[in-house]
């Protein structure tokens, strides 16, 4: 086996998006990364159809593509170079279509991408936890709750005063008075 990528999460994660409510990358950016054309990689997805159900892949709409390119800010008419609207793969598609191109590297970026997907999963059950606990302690104000929140207070007046223009001090040059 060749030897491992190491692409860093925050590459993975600037390219997952949400669509239709679920986290999907998109076929250009999957191409990028298992190092293929997005002309060849979806190729392999219209050959191997089955794999990909629509819970696992599906056909962006225009209308939702071009929400997606106001996103990235792109200033190209049309679809961007594009001929075809981009092909969004959830988390199981993107594991079928390493299966569909049987790339070592493939493989690799597909574990290296589901451990990500895991890894942003895990972390979003951890917060949703703790904003829970804290909407359920929130009814229970106690002395110490009005203690920290009279800090965040004083912290808020230090900022606004911090932001506010002071009349500078200090030794001046010639040309400065």
Not at 26 to 40: F, M, N, P, S
Not at 46 to 58: A, K
Not at 74 to 88: F, V
Request: charged share 35%.
């Amino acid at each position: 086996m060749s030897k491992k990528l190491i692409i860093p999460e925050e590459v993975v994660i600037s390219k997952i998006y949400e669509i239709r409510g679920k986290k999907v990358m998109l076929d250009r950016d999957l191409a990028e990364l298992y190092g293929v054309e997005t002309k060849r990689l979806k190729e392999q997805v219209r050959r191997n159809l089955e794999r990909f159900p629509e819970h696992y892949m599906f056909e962006l709409t225009e209308n939702e593509f071009n929400s997606l390119r106001s996103q990235f800010a792109s200033s190209k008419k049309g679809r961007g170079g594009t001929r075809y609207l981009p092909m969004a793969f959830t988390e199981h598609g993107i594991l079928q279509l390493a299966n569909a191109l049987k790339s070592s590297m493939a493989i690799q970026m597909s574990i290296r991408i589901i451990d990500v997907f895991v890894k942003m999963r895990e972390s979003l059950l951890t917060h949703k936890d703790l904003l829970l606990d804290i909407e359920k302690n929130k009814t229970q104000v106690s002395g110490q709750d009005k203690k920290i929140e009279l800090i965040f207070n004083y912290l808020k007046q230090f900022i606004k005063e911090q932001s506010t223009s002071r009349k500078k001090i200090g030794f001046k040059r010639k040309e400065e008075e």
